[in-house]
């Protein structure tokens, strides 16, 4: 009869690193494998975001060279503008003085012999009132013609702003009148018989149509950032109505909020959708 032998006592030091008894089950090499997966595929994403928000730093920083070169340019029209009106100011308020002092020296005296020569000198005097004051209307309305915006593109800057764009009050323009029901293919139209009314001497440049109909998404953020900021200045919230979809086998929900403002109450429409979890 065979004597049993004992079994040897090996531990992990004894054994070399690729023993199989050593690697670990599949179901942990396949965890650490996909987390591996999940983090890289989160560093790429985190890439393109920082390439994204870089190109977004440049943009700004060029829209911002370009508002204040912008506003060093206006505010040097307006001082000019103010400085000579002030200077205009000064020289009507002088010719004033001396004709009230001359009206003064030439006033008649009280008898009934007038001199025939006074006459003359007062229709004179009433002259150069008269053209003084042509004068200061018509420097007025020089200075009010300089104020009159160019209807056409604008520079946006160096760096990442390279190009041209329309000025921020002419897609205001667009912007009402696409609030007041206008279809795009009229808002051009309408802009040129406004300015042809009101400043038919200048030049009215015009943007296309199709541009006209992507200022409709910009019209669309905007119209949610206000919607928003009217909710949040709100005293409180009345009541709170919620939609939802299921298109493209998606849980989408809308809302819409009455609030209470100082004025009483007011619904607003959010045009957000929450996605649902899951």
Same mark, same amino acid.
């Given at each position: 009869?065979?004597?049993?032998?004992?079994?040897?006592?090996?531990?992990?030091? !004894?054994?070399?690193?690729?023993?199989?008894?050593?690697?670990?089950?599949?179901?942990?090499? !396949?965890?650490?494998?996909?987390?591996?997966?999940?983090?890289?595929?989160?560093?790429?994403?985190?890439?393109?975001?920082?390439?994204?928000?870089?190109?977004?730093?440049?943009?700004?920083?060029?829209?911002?060279?370009?508002?204040?070169?912008?506003?060093?340019?206006?505010?040097?029209?307006?001082?000019?503008?103010?400085?000579?009106?002030?200077?205009?100011? @000064? =020289?009507?308020?002088?010719?004033?003085? #001396?004709?009230?002092?001359?009206?003064?020296?030439?006033?008649? %005296?009280?008898?009934?012999?007038?001199?025939?020569?006074?006459?003359?000198?007062?229709?004179?005097?009433?002259?150069?009132?008269?053209?003084?004051?042509?004068?200061? %209307? #018509? %420097?007025?309305?020089?200075?009010?013609?300089?104020?009159?915006?160019?209807?056409?593109?604008?520079?946006?800057?160096?760096?990442?702003?390279?190009?041209?764009?329309?000025?921020?009050?002419?897609?205001?323009?667009?912007?009402?009148?696409?609030?007041?029901?206008? =279809?795009? @293919?009229? $808002?051009?139209?309408?802009?040129? @018989?406004?300015?042809?009314?009101?400043?038919?001497?200048? !030049?009215?440049?015009?943007?296309? #149509?199709?541009?006209?109909?992507?200022?409709?998404?910009?019209?669309?953020?905007?119209?949610?950032?206000?919607?928003?900021?009217?909710?949040?200045?709100?005293?409180?919230?009345?009541?709170?109505? $919620?939609?939802?979809?299921?298109?493209?086998?998606?849980?989408?929900?809308?809302?819409? $909020?009455?609030?209470?403002?100082?004025?009483?109450?007011?619904?607003?429409?959010?045009?957000?959708?929450?996605?649902?979890?899951?």
């Amino acid at each position: 009869m065979r004597r049993k032998s004992a079994p040897p006592n090996i531990g992990p030091e !004894d054994v070399p690193a690729y023993f199989p008894t050593m690697r670990r089950p599949r179901a942990v090499r !396949d965890a650490k494998s996909a987390a591996r997966k999940l983090i890289l595929s989160e560093l790429d994403d985190l890439g393109d975001q920082l390439l994204r928000l870089r190109e977004l730093k440049a943009v700004a920083h060029a829209r911002a060279r370009f508002a204040e070169h912008r506003l060093k340019k206006e505010k040097a029209i307006r001082e000019n503008s103010k400085e000579k009106l002030e200077a205009l100011d @000064s =020289k009507y308020i002088d010719a004033v003085d #001396q004709v009230e002092q001359l009206k003064v020296q030439l006033e008649p %005296a009280p008898t009934n012999n007038f001199p025939s020569h006074n006459l003359s000198i007062m229709t004179n005097l009433h002259l150069i009132w008269h053209r003084l004051e042509e004068t200061a %209307a #018509q %420097a007025l309305a020089t200075e009010k013609m300089e104020l009159v915006p160019t209807f056409g593109m604008v520079g946006k800057g160096m760096g990442g702003g390279r190009g041209r764009m329309w000025p921020w009050w002419f897609r205001t323009m667009i912007f009402e009148q696409l609030v007041n029901g206008t =279809k795009p @293919s009229a $808002v051009a139209k309408n802009i040129i @018989s406004d300015a042809s009314y009101l400043t038919p001497w200048v !030049d009215v440049v015009v943007p296309t #149509q199709r541009f006209v109909r992507s200022l409709r998404y910009e019209l669309r953020v905007l119209c949610k950032a206000l919607s928003a900021y009217r909710v949040a200045n709100g005293l409180r919230m009345m009541t709170v109505g $919620v939609d939802g979809s299921e298109k493209k086998q998606k849980s989408l929900l809308t809302s819409n $909020v009455q609030i209470e403002t100082e004025y009483g109450p007011q619904t607003v429409i959010l045009e957000a959708a929450y996605l649902t979890r899951g």
